[in-house]
């Protein structure tokens, strides 16, 4: 089970940008996991966002970010990010990653979500 902090959250206008970055901090076996995001608004259910597979070489969107999220990874930082352009209210969640040990499309198979961090779109 990775240790998994999320970082790179705020607020920012509508068609603008953040990155978020998430660290298994000393984690030996991070290269062995497909890593994903997903976000969350309070009361509602949790949404897939993006998943990476172990060496980067095929990653898989959500329809609502599809063309606008970018995720990637850097094994040897053991870090995962998620780039967010044109950013729109409907994006404000809290966006959370998470390690797989099999290729998804959906939240199924990911272990525990991290915290999270908040992002936050103003119109």
């Known amino acids: 089970q990775l240790q998994l902090v999320e970082s790179g959250g705020g607020v920012v206008q509508a068609g603008g940008s953040l990155r978020l970055s998430c660290a298994a901090g000393s984690a030996q076996s991070f290269h062995n996991y497909a890593m994903g995001w997903s976000r969350q608004v309070p009361g509602k259910e949790r949404e897939f966002v993006a998943i990476?597979?172990?060496?980067?070489?095929?990653?898989y969107y959500g329809d609502s970010v599809q063309g606008r999220f970018t995720i990637s990874r850097d094994n040897a930082k053991k870090t995962v990010y998620l780039q967010m352009n044109r950013l729109t209210p409907d994006d404000t969640a809290i966006y959370s990653c998470?390690?797989?040990?099999?290729?998804?499309?959906?939240?199924?198979?990911?272990?525990?979500w991290g915290q999270g961090t908040q992002v936050t779109v103003s119109s």
């Open positions: 990476i597979s172990f060496n980067g070489d095929w990653t």
């Open positions: 998470a390690a797989s040990p099999v290729l998804t499309r959906t939240l199924t198979g990911f272990g525990s």
